[in-house]
Nanobody
Framework: QVQLMESGGGLVQTGRSLRLSCVAS??????????MGWYRQTLGKQRELVAE?????KITYADFAEGRFTISRDNAKVTLQMNSLKPEDTGVYYC????????WGQGTQVTVSS
């Protein structure tokens, strides 16, 4: 099993920044070999990928995140730096690990006021 502990999030104004962090604990093998990153669920939408980094350092960004968000990983910790935030970025952000049978964090609220 793997546990994911998220931190960060909160309320910010448009154009400001936030940093989300997630630390994985538990099965070290699964943590080491699996991609890790962030999904989000915004109002009226299904959960969607924000950014992900795999064990080789390959990074995938959603189109809306490209150029504004930066993901980084240090072993079992993944960080998402979000800049130039917009009201449409408001939602619950979930840390995840793995693909076919992922583990999920509990989610952290990000609210961007206009």
């Amino acid at each position: 099993q793997v546990q994911l502990m998220e931190s960060g999030g909160g309320l910010v104004q448009t154009g400001r920044s936030l940093r989300l962090s997630c630390v994985a604990s538990g099965n070290t093998f699964r943590i080491r070999i699996n991609p890790m990153g962030w999904y989000r669920q915004t109002l009226g939408k299904q959960r969607e990928l924000v950014a992900e980094i795999d064990s080789d350092g390959k990074i995938t960004y959603a189109d809306f995140a490209e150029g504004r968000f930066t993901i980084s990983r240090d072993n079992a910790k993944v960080t998402l730096q979000m800049n130039s935030l917009k009201p449409e970025d408001t939602g619950v952000y979930y840390c995840h690990l793995g693909t076919s049978d992922p583990f999920w964090g509990q989610g952290t609220q990000v609210t961007v006021s206009s």
